[in-house]
């Protein structure tokens, strides 16, 4: 009887000291998640603002002679297919998730 008593306190002391442990590891993932969500929005940015460089080159280009009237309307055409696309990602991400307010 003794041992039976011995092995409940026993299991119980250790669910007691292990809370901590599994509330950090919930808490991980959580974080892991928000991180992910984070990381994804950083790079659409970065692939937005590239783009808008790609379509002002190509603005540029155009202006300088360097493409002509049908070059440029079909590299415009793309560039802003591809930035819509890119924007409407974020908008997605920003729909599932609220940015956070960074300083």
């Known amino acids: 009887m003794a041992y039976v008593i ?3 306190l026993l299991v119980g002391v250790v669910w ?6 599994r509330q950090r590891a919930s808490a ?3 974080h892991e998640q928000v991180s992910r969500v984070s990381l994804r ?3 659409l940015e970065a692939a937005r603002d ?3 460089r790609e379509i002002r080159d190509a603005e540029l280009d155009h202006q300088t002679g360097k493409l ?6 079909s590299i415009d055409t793309t560039l802003r297919a591809e930035a819509l696309e890119l924007l409407h990602e974020l ?3 920003e729909d599932q998730d609220p940015p956070v307010d960074r300083p």
Do not use: E, I, T
């Open 6 to 8: 011995f092995v409940v």
């Open 16 to 21: 007691l000291v292990s809370a901590p442990l």
């Open 28 to 30: 991980g993932q959580a």
């Open 41 to 43: 929005r950083s790079d």
């Open 50 to 52: 590239a783009k808008y």
């Open 68 to 73: 002509s009237d049908a070059d440029y309307a």
């Open 91 to 93: 908008d997605a991400l």
